[in-house]
């Protein structure tokens, strides 16, 4: 399985990305994904997260209201719609796949994203 994340590159702050991470190969249809940003210097944390089941979703605190999360399972892709930008979004943003039936977990390459005031 591989993880391909697209779609970063740089916005002013108030504008708008939309990440997409696209899986190829055999994953369960149990799955949850995530999106992940670190920033220079600091850990990689969790931004949001999309359940398989009832496509319930999860948002860290300071991303609420401005981040969107979302998947299209016909086509294995996960999106993250990311609007009133802030320069602290800055960072490198990666997807992660846990695929519960398989039990195996799989991260993607990472998009940069940079965002300036």
């Known amino acids: 399985v591989q993880l391909q994340a697209s779609g970063g590159g740089l916005a002013q702050t108030g504008g708008s990305l939309r990440l997409s991470c696209v899986a190829s190969?055999?994953?369960?249809?149990?799955?949850?994904v995530g999106w992940y940003r670190q920033a220079p210097g600091q850990p990689r944390d969790s931004v949001a997260l999309?359940?398989?089941?009832?496509?319930?979703?999860s948002y860290v605190e300071d991303v609420k209201g401005r981040f969107t999360i979302s998947r299209d399972n016909a086509k294995k892709t996960v999106y993250l719609q990311m609007n009133d930008l802030k320069v602290e979004d800055t960072g490198v943003y990666y997807c992660?796949?846990?695929?519960?039936?398989?039990?195996?977990?799989?991260w993607g390459q990472g998009t940069q994203v940079t965002v300036s005031s």
């Open positions: 992660k796949l846990w695929d519960w039936g398989r039990m195996a977990a799989y």
């Open positions: 190969g055999e994953i369960s249809s149990r799955n949850t």
């Open positions: 999309i359940m398989d089941d009832d496509g319930s979703t």
